[in-house]
């Protein structure tokens, strides 16, 4: 579970790290921020290439930047956009692929600019998610 102050470190983090976004076709940039379950905190932005296939969304670059960091276990994910977003289909399915490693719930924050925010679980998002039966206990 977490708290309405890491609520709030999350959406300032991911409100930073928007300012670095490289939305060069669309203009649009996002943030996103991710807490491990160490309570690291991690951003990320999303960075869009000339070539549509390889730009990566905010909430992938805030993942790995956790990875490279050497953690894989997340309690939570926020996003900040000028309005309240949630993350795409692509993300929520890489997330799952970390929620598997640490089975635990892990919360969604869609935030706007003002810190407005709603809060959903991972389940919530996407009920239907694949699990592979090859990541139990990898990390």
């Keep these: 579970m977490?708290?309405?102050?890491?609520?709030?470190?999350?959406?300032?983090?991911?409100?930073?790290?928007r300012e670095n976004a490289m939305a060069l076709k669309s203009g649009h940039g996002l943030g996103a921020a991710i807490m491990t379950i160490k309570g690291n905190v991690y951003?990320?932005?999303n960075i869009e290439?000339?070539?549509?296939?390889?730009?990566?969304?905010?909430?992938?670059?805030a993942i790995d930047h956790a990875v490279v960091h050497g953690e894989y276990k997340?309690?939570?994910?926020?996003v900040v956009d000028k309005e309240i977003v949630w993350p795409?289909?692509?993300?929520?399915q890489y997330l799952t692929q970390f929620y598997q490693l640490g089975e635990e719930e892990i919360e969604i924050i869609a935030a706007d600019e003002s810190g407005k925010f709603e809060k959903?679980?991972?389940?919530?998002?996407?009920p239907h998610k694949y699990e592979s039966k090859?990541?139990?206990g990898a990390f």
């Design 74 to 78: 997340f309690k939570a994910l926020a």
């Design 88 to 92: 795409c289909g692509a993300c929520l």
């Design 134 to 136: 090859n990541l139990k």
């Design 2 to 17: 977490i708290t309405k102050k890491d609520i709030e470190n999350l959406i300032n983090v991911a409100k930073e790290t």
């Design 43 to 45: 951003g990320g932005c």
């Design 49 to 61: 290439g000339v070539i549509s296939s390889l730009g990566v969304c905010a909430e992938m670059a």
């Design 120 to 126: 959903k679980s991972l389940g919530e998002l996407l």
